[in-house]
């Protein structure tokens, strides 16, 4: 059998920088996921493997894929690689199929510090409102709206998705805790060459190769604070109309003005005390859980722990 990998996220851990610099250009990797080979032919069955409930779910087609996948990899590492698993409605679901389909499969998470990850994710997804009418899609959401939201139905929001403890004993049941390998984000930052040592040792390739593709790369940082200012003042001033149409030279300002917005520095100093207290309250026990059945170090990177 050859030898199989999910990458199951989580969400703002370079998620998509190991997709597109790692995953899809390694020779030693058989890559299923996001910007991989004629991935737009699989869009469909793999979101809704993690999103849709049974009644939804294209059972045959999600089953004929994976079998294809495994039976094409040949020597390589088949990897299957998805960080919206992390945030799935049908948690339970999702890992369940995830078995039937790669029962043999090695599990790899990246985690990331909760009091980073998520005004990150606020930052570039929390800031702009979605699953609303067209006319108000996009539109400003202050960092308070949206953590009063979040929590308040917080089995329904982002938040969900980092109580890390809970998701991967879900994996852990299902594909034995020993295949369940835990990464850090902030390695990733600090201590790049380990945590690449570390990741190919889960993938089973070659580190040097890894280190290459890898090296300076960095993809959807986050939003700057001047983009986030301009999204503020734009939602309540000529909201869905494009301001280069009324301008000469409107194309090449609009491109001028987008540059100058992304040069900012990353947006942030909008979570008060308030707020970080009470990520820590949320998160210490299962992240307390995680470190000492995992052995990880996470007060070395200032988690909220017991």
Known sequence: MPRTVIHIGANKTASTTLQRCLFAKSKDLFYLGEDCVSYDNYRD?????????????????????????????????????????????????CAHRLKEFLPDAEIMVVIRNQLTAIPSMYANHGAYLKM???????????????????????????????????????????????????????DFVNNVEGFISDLCRVLGIEAREASKLLSGKRERRRNTSRELRYHKFRSSFLWGRSLSHYLPFGGALSRMWQNFLEKGRPANGFMTDYWRNKIIELYREDNLKLSQEYHLALKNYGYPVL
């Open 45 to 93: 069955t793999l979101n809704s493997l993690v999103s849709d409930d049974d009644i939804h779910f294209s059972y045959e087609s999600a089953r004929e894929l994976f079998k294809n996948f495994v039976s094409s990899c040949g020597e390589k590492t088949a990897l299957y690689s998805n960080e919206d698993i992390m945030t799935s409605r049908v948690p339970t679901q």
């Open 132 to 186: 609303v009418p067209y006319r108000y899609w996009r539109r400003y959401v202050s960092f308070d709206d949206w953590m009063d939201y979040c929590t308040m139905f917080i089995k329904y929001s982002a938040l969900d998705s980092f109580f890390y403890h809970r998701i991967l004993d879900v994996y852990a049941s299902l594909f034995g805790k020993q295949k369940v390998h835990i990464l850090l984000y902030e």
